[in-house]
């Protein structure tokens, strides 16, 4: 998305018959806990999804119901712009990152940037997430929580879903590594 354009995984050979594509505001608008979702899919795959889909849904609210039919509504005008403005993010955030001296792991369409800590930091990523957030006032995740085996990893997980401003005074804060 960000220097390739984007293939879905449907448009690859013998594939569109086997695959669900699954989608929600929260991702594809860039709204944080906007949790109206769809899917699209073979009418047998969809199907069985419906099928569990009763027991692990409970409501969503009607004023997000209607801002998803506008969303949706939305040209492509409006996702070029999404596009470009975390482009330009992900490269302020992870450029910043190299420069501190993190090993930043490009992402092609997500608005995460992975950065290895190995030449900052030597404890696993929960304390070193735990150090920037009471040391240098940064958030970040631990990417070990998304992991069944739960062992350290050597990198943590920013966002750059973020203003502008937000992103200049998390970096001016994360330079406070260098000075160490």
């Not at 018959?17 to 505001?25: F, K, Q």
């Not at 969809?46 to 209607?66: I, K, S």
């Amino acid at each position: 998305m960000y220097t390739a354009p984007f293939q879905t995984l449907r448009a690859l050979p013998g594939m569109r018959e086997r695959t669900v594509a699954i989608s929600g505001l929260s991702k594809t608008f860039s709204l944080t806990g906007w949790r109206i979702g769809w899917l699209t899919g073979p009418e047998a795959l969809v199907e069985r999804v419906r099928g569990v889909h009763q027991y692990v849904t409970f409501a969503a609210p009607t004023p997000l119901q209607h801002a998803a039919a506008v969303a949706l509504g939305a040209g492509d005008d409006y996702y070029e712009g999404l596009r470009q403005a975390f482009a330009v993010r992900r490269t302020l955030l992870g450029d910043a990152l190299v420069g501190i001296g993190f090993d930043v792991y490009w992402p092609e369409g997500a608005y995460f940037l992975c950065a290895g800590y190995g030449r900052l930091f030597t404890e696993d990523d929960t304390t070193v997430c735990r150090r920037l957030t009471k040391e240098i006032g940064v958030a970040a995740i631990p990417p070990s929580a998304f992991y069944a085996d739960r062992a350290a990893q050597p990198y943590v997980r920013f966002t750059f879903a973020k203003q502008e401003s937000t992103l200049q005074a998390a970096i001016a804060r994360l330079q406070k590594l260098v000075a160490r």
